[in-house]
Structures are given as C-alpha cells and as structure tokens.
C-alpha cells in the first residue's frame, strides 16, 4: 500500500515537472515572438508597387548672361497656382526658383514645376520679370511644356514658346492647354489667353 502511494506520488510530481517546464518553454517562446512582432515586415495590400502616374512639366530659360529674376508661375487642373511664394500645390511642385545671377552656383538661368500624376483638365504657364537687371533691355524667357506618361520612361516635348518681357512687374500667359484622358492634348485647346496667376494662391 505504501509503495503504491509512493508511486502515485512519485509520479505526480513527474507529471507537475514535466507541464511546469513544458508551459514555461512555451510562454518563453510565446514571449520572444510578441517582442519580435513590432520587426516583422508583413507585406499588405498598401505596399504593392504601384506604375508610375506621370508628369506633366514646366520648365522656363532665360539667358544666362542676364542677371535678372523671372519667376514660372504654374497652375493644374482645380488647383491653386504654383511659384515661389506658393512652391507646392495639389498637382503641381516649384522644384527650382532662379533668381538670376544671386546665389547662383550654375551657369543656367531655369526654372522648373512638375505634377504629381496627370489629371484631366487645363494646364497654364505664366512667367513674371520680378527684378529687371541694370540694362532694363527686353528679356527673352521661353517656356517649355513636356509629359512623362505611365506608358513611356522618358520625357516628351509637347509645347514651346518664346516671350518678350519689357518692363519690371510684367506677367505673360505663354501656355494654355488640356489634356484628356489618353494625355493627349485637346484639340483647339492651347492658347495664351492672359489670365493673371500672381497672388491667386
């Protein structure tokens, strides 16, 4: 009898070793996998890749050899314009302002706006003679529009245009166009209609 209980006892004291070592492997485990949870990299549905939308973009020259400050002024499809007081929109970014021969550390004298994406709608392009060089002398700004669409990796020249800027203050519409849905332009679209962009933001 006594040696039945002694057994029973010897036993249960196996089994009580064997789940306490068994349940604290697992909580050990368990634990380890809760701290690594914030590393783990799960791939969802948001991360997927996505083509490239396109760009519609707007860069405008004027002659390096003048030192005076001319400003692109850009505005999208319902959205405010963009220049150098308002660099960045709904659609469209300022990624350059030149100011002329100030602080500049490249022989060019550019600006440059591009989209995020393409939209349907209008598209416009002013320039502004902000600060005149000492010559006051005509000006000669040319302005180019170019697109980027899903289907090509390159840039494509679609519009051009040349301008004279006489006088200080001065702001030309040199570009007007839409674009449908297949980023082609509208047919009888562009024009240079003067709308004003300056302190519209």
Do not use: C
């Amino acid at each position: 009898m006594l040696n039945s209980q002694e057994e029973f006892l010897d036993n249960t004291q196996a089994d009580i070793i064997f789940r306490d070592v068994t349940l604290l492997a697992l909580s050990g485990f368990i634990s380890i996998v809760i701290l690594l949870l914030p590393w783990l990299n799960f791939k969802t549905k948001d991360t997927v890749i996505k083509e490239p939308v396109g760009s519609v973009i707007f860069e405008l020259f004027w002659s390096e050899k003048i030192d005076a400050d001319l400003d692109l002024w850009v505005q999208g499809p319902n959205d405010s314009p963009v220049g150098y007081a308002q660099p960045s929109g709904l659609t469209f970014n300022l990624l350059r302002d030149d100011r002329g021969l100030t602080a500049d550390h490249t022989p060019l004298n550019y600006e440059i706006s591009f989209t995020r994406g393409i939209l349907t709608g209008e598209y416009q392009a002013n320039v502004h003679l902000f600060k005149h060089d000492k010559s006051k002398k005509p000006i000669e700004a040319t302005i180019v529009a170019s697109l980027v669409t899903p289907d090509r990796g390159y840039r494509k020249e679609i519009l051009g245009k040349k301008v004279m800027l006489n006088f200080e203050g001065k702001e030309k519409t040199v570009l007007r166009f839409k674009l449908d849905n297949n980023f082609k332009i509208v047919k009888g679209s562009v024009n240079s209609l003067r709308k004003s962009l300056i302190g519209k933001y």
